[in-house]
């Protein structure tokens, strides 16, 4: 244990080096670190929502409308098929989490069945001897669901957030049905809110011209809707709209902000698919409103002056230029499969942060102070040589944060605080290990290496378990836990590193210095 091979010194230097390099971006401002090379490291430790300050929403996704949703799809498949076959029927509609109906005439249950498989998917189809039907949706299509949508959930609340140029932001999923989004930094978390709260399903719509708003009952196969815009009066218009879907924004494929006459509006562009049915749509009905429809309102109800071709087109509606963009931003990010209902929401003042990371400083720094003293003054110049491994240490943390990209918080600081106690505990248990050595009577050379043969057992079984209880809480905690977890696991396999390897550098360094002769400064 006192050689030091070729191979272990060039690592030694080799880590050490690659520690500063990852760890000195830090000292740099953000606009400094973008300047640099792309070549040099140049990433920061990101600072969480406690030390930043930012916006903290916890947001529940409404699974069970979807399931709804699905079940009503049901019910017009029934009617229209079961019409469609000239089959009898009374009773339709839902009751629970099940579609019922009654088939008038029991010799229809199988030519039912038949007609009816088609359209059901993966869900369950009943109808008794006496006729009265069912449709249910399995254990098993419920759980995938739920899954499916949460998960497609998660992955457009990540666009939408993306995009509002947010660093850093945190988006997870907890338990069955939740997102967890935290966002440091965020100055104007009323308007993430809102975009997050909006499904943004888009679609094209006819308009029923012939019918009055408000007078005339709504025919049926169309609902009326409101508008953005506003009458002369200050109230928002209303346009009676057909059910029938001719363009869904489901073809959409690009959107952008851009004027238009000098007014901000939203361009844009379709796919194949929708490109066809758009021009289409626009060719048999020139002269004809064509509501635009978000989230069942009316956003525009242009008139269709001539058939649209290119599959390009420009909703305006008395936007202003963020209303604009946000709109863009929500249909390139494309529409949620489900409602995002917010059940908490915390904001974090940046004055908060820059308190607790003062405060984090200060516990790091007398932290240290105190483990110096206490190594220098047990242990002497060995104490020293390890309290000098120990600011290694914290560079090599800091590098492994920035190289990770890892969220630094307040209990991450905890964390940091402890590993600065316990990177000392291997190099206590080699030292009273070469104690016990030269008591029983053996040279400094001897019982420098026994020292470090005979405790390295013991550093490894002590750090191992502290790993895995590490690797435990990072597995099965969230938010907090998990960087406490974090900071703490890097910290046990610095800690090892320079424990095991650079303080050993040095001692073997005074050793080969001729110091053999003399009593060990321990």
């Known amino acids: 244990?006192?050689?030091?091979?070729?191979?272990?010194?060039?690592?030694?230097?080799?880590?050490?080096?690659?520690?500063?390099?990852?760890?000195?971006?830090?000292?740099?401002?953000?606009?400094?670190?973008?300047?640099?090379?792309?070549?040099?490291?140049?990433?920061?430790?990101?600072?969480?929502?406690?030390?930043r300050g930012g916006s903290y929403l916890l947001l529940r996704v409404d699974v069970d409308g979807v399931f709804q949703e699905q079940l009503q799809g049901f019910v017009d498949s029934v009617r229209v098929e079961l019409r469609r076959a000239r089959i009898g029927y009374t009773g339709l509609g839902l009751e629970g989490n099940s579609v019922v109906f009654s088939l008038r005439d029991t010799a229809d249950i199988e030519r039912a069945r038949e007609v009816l498989r088609d359209y059901i998917g993966d869900a369950r189809l009943r109808i008794s001897d006496q006729g009265e039907g069912s449709i249910t949706l399995s254990e098993e299509a419920m759980a995938e669901r739920r899954s499916g949508v949460v998960q497609q959930s998660i992955e457009i609340v990540r666009r939408r957030i993306d995009e509002t140029g947010t660093r850093e932001p945190t988006i997870q999923r907890q338990g069955e049905d939740r997102i967890l989004v935290q966002l440091p930094g965020e100055d104007d978390p009323e308007r993430v809110k809102d975009l997050l709260g909006q499904t943004a399903r888009m679609s094209f719509h006819?308009?029923?011209?012939?019918?009055?708003?408000?007078?005339?009952?709504?025919?049926?196969?169309?609902?009326?809707?409101?508008?953005?815009?506003?009458?002369?009066?200050?109230?928002?218009?209303?346009?009676?709209?057909?059910?029938?879907?001719?363009?869904?924004?489901?073809?959409?494929?690009?959107?952008?902000?851009?004027?238009?006459?000098?007014?901000?509006?939203v361009s844009f562009r379709f796919d194949s698919v929708g490109a066809q049915r758009f021009g289409d749509a626009t060719r048999n009905n020139v002269g004809r409103l064509f509501a635009i429809v978000l989230d069942d309102e009316v956003i525009s109800a242009p008139v269709i002056r001539e058939p649209i071709l290119g599959g390009r087109g420009v909703i305006s509606g008395s936007f202003t230029t963020q209303e604009a963009q946000d709109l863009a931003l929500l249909l390139r990010a494309g529409a949620l499969p489900a409602e995002l209902l917010v059940i908490e929401e915390r904001t974090v003042g940046p004055g908060l942060g820059a308190d607790s990371i003062a405060a984090g400083e200060l516990a790091s720094v007398l932290g240290l102070l105190f483990v110096v003293v206490l190594m220098v003054a047990v242990y002497g110049l060995f104490g020293?040589?390890?309290?000098?491994?120990?600011?290694?240490?914290?560079?090599?943390?800091?590098?492994?944060?920035?190289?990770?990209?890892?969220?630094?918080?307040?209990?991450?600081?905890?964390?940091?605080?402890?590993?600065i106690g316990m990177a000392v505990d291997a190099n206590v248990l080699i030292f009273e290990r070469i104690r016990e050595e030269v008591l029983n009577g053996r040279g400094p050379v001897s019982a420098i290496d026994h020292g470090y043969r005979e405790a390295l057992s013991a550093i490894i079984d002590a750090n191992v378990t502290t790993l895995i209880a590490a690797i435990l809480l990072y597995q099965f905690g969230t938010g907090p836990i998990r960087g406490f977890a974090v900071t703490l696991s890097i910290g046990l396999v610095t800690s090892m590193f320079t424990a095991i390897m650079v303080t050993r550098l040095m001692v073997v360094t005074w050793l080969r210095a001729g110091r053999t002769k003399k009593t060990l400064p321990i």
Do not use: C
Request: negative net charge.
């Open 384 to 419: 020293a040589m390890a309290s000098f491994a120990l600011l290694f240490n914290l560079v090599l943390m800091l590098a492994a944060l920035s190289a990770l990209q890892a969220t630094l918080t307040l209990p991450g600081i905890a964390g940091i605080v402890l590993t």
């Open 1 to 51: 244990m006192v050689h030091i091979s070729r191979a272990q010194l060039l690592a030694i230097f080799g880590v050490l080096i690659a520690g500063f390099l990852f760890a000195a971006p830090n000292l740099l401002s953000r606009d400094t670190v973008e300047k640099l090379p792309s070549w040099l490291p140049n990433q920061q430790v990101n600072l969480g929502l406690d030390l």
């Open 206 to 265: 006819l308009v029923e011209e012939d019918v009055v708003p408000g007078v005339d009952p709504v025919p049926p196969g169309s609902k009326l809707l409101q508008s953005r815009e506003r009458a002369p009066g200050g109230q928002p218009l209303e346009y009676v709209v057909r059910n029938r879907v001719m363009v869904s924004g489901d073809n959409l494929v690009d959107a952008q902000a851009t004027f238009q006459e000098g007014q901000p509006v």
